[in-house]
């Protein structure tokens, strides 16, 4: 089985900035696309960015320019730097990761989420 633990939101006001770790731990062999994903209420879920094994990213065209997705392989962890955010950055962030168990078992895992909430 493979985990994921999101750490990181909280409260914060507008204009102001949150960094979101994702910790990926359990029976991985490799991990491959990574990714964020949000949820405000009463709205779908989001994509927010994605980043490859080999680091490259794409972005909604929402937080382009605002957050930064990185990621340290050596650590099975994910990063997402939010700066200037905003009231309509509200949701509870998800990350979500896909690659290879030992005994080469492909696994597509979510995290449980965290609460970023920006205050006016």
């Known amino acids: 089985q493979v985990q994921l633990v999101e750490s990181g939101g909280g409260l914060v006001q507008a204009g102001g900035s949150l960094r979101l770790a994702c910790a990926a731990s359990g029976s991985i062999f490799s991990i491959n696309d990574m990714g964020w994903n949000r949820q405000a209420p009463g709205k779908q879920r989001e994509l927010v960015a994605t980043i490859t094994r080999g680091s490259s990213t794409n972005y909604a065209d929402s937080v382009k320019g605002r957050f930064t997705i990185s990621r340290d392989n050596a650590k099975n962890t994910m990063y997402l730097q939010m700066n200037n955010l905003q009231p309509e950055d509200t949701a509870v962030y998800y990350c979500?990761?896909?690659?290879?168990?030992?005994?080469?078992?492909?696994?597509?895992?979510w995290g449980q989420g965290t609460q970023v909430t920006v205050s006016a």
């Open positions: 979500n990761a896909d690659g290879l168990q030992v005994g080469f078992t492909r696994f597509n895992a």
